[in-house]
């Protein structure tokens, strides 16, 4: 799938939303978990100007993944990693990992910290991120864990052509 990576707009949005909310609920969450993840997976013109934000869009010029990162200094947060069902297993996630790695290191973080669904660990760790924990809450009565993961930026990503 050919895509173009770029710094995401405020009039994005609406659509970045529906990239994530689609992207969570393609895990066959229950419904009562995605609304109540509906403030986490909505995306606002504000979130998008006052962040490190960009998207993945196809030829159509149609955006079908994006990743935010946060934070200052030499580790960030990537908070946002989310790509539409339909696109899911044609590297769209690869190259936008790649990208926030690159745009991390210009940034000059040595490290990214990602708090990832479960689904997702394996996609991370086969990155390259290692995992160091795991938090856990409770959702409706039921505890959720989730990984806690590290990338580190170095030469190790730079000789494996990373980015």
Not at 24 to 33: E, T, V
Not at 37 to 44: D, K, R
Not at 57 to 63: F, G, I, P, T, Y
Request: aromatic share 10%.
């Amino acid at each position: 799938m050919a895509i173009s990576i770029e710094r995401a707009r405020p009039e994005q949005a609406v659509r970045l939303s529906q990239v994530a909310s689609a992207a969570k609920s393609y895990w066959g969450y229950p419904a009562a978990w995605i609304d109540l993840w509906h403030n986490q997976l909505t995306i606002t013109a504000a979130f998008i100007a006052e962040h490190e934000v960009f998207v993945a869009v196809n030829e159509e010029d149609v955006a079908v993944g994006f990743y935010a990162l946060e934070g200052e200094g030499d580790a960030l947060q990537l908070t946002h990693m989310w790509v539409e069902p339909q696109s899911l297993r044609t590297g769209v996630g690869r190259r936008m990992f790649r990208h926030a790695v690159g745009r991390a290191a210009e940034l000059g973080a040595r490290r990214i910290e990602i708090e990832s669904d479960p689904h997702a660990e394996g996609f991370y760790t086969a990155m390259g991120a290692e995992t160091v924990g795991q938090v856990t809450y409770q959702l409706h009565d039921v505890p959720r864990c989730l990984p806690l993961l590290v990338y580190t930026i170095g030469e190790r990503a730079e000789r494996s052509g990373i980015w």
